[in-house]
């Protein structure tokens, strides 16, 4: 997804820099990059809840979500 889009669901620039213990220019610069794989690790569940499960982790993560949030694994 889309780094801008991701920051605009979460409230723009400067509520994710506080939600990331960051700067704001900090988190501009990722929306002309990408958000660093940590933050968005951080940021997933919150972006989550704010698109009412439009994107989950799942969807961001789909390869290593397990491992990431091991209680989103589907017992077999």
């Known amino acids: 997804m889309n780094p801008t889009a ?9 509520k994710v820099a506080k939600l990331c213990g960051v700067s704001v220019p900090a988190v501009s610069m990722w929306q002309k990059s990408d958000i660093p794989r940590d933050k968005l690790i951080f940021l997933a569940a919150t972006l989550e809840r704010e698109t009412n499960g439009l994107i989950t982790r799942k969807t961001l993560f789909p390869t290593t979500y397990g491992v990431i949030w091991p209680e989103l694994q589907t017992k077999q």
């Open 6 to 14: 991701i920051i605009n669901i979460l409230g723009g620039a400067t």
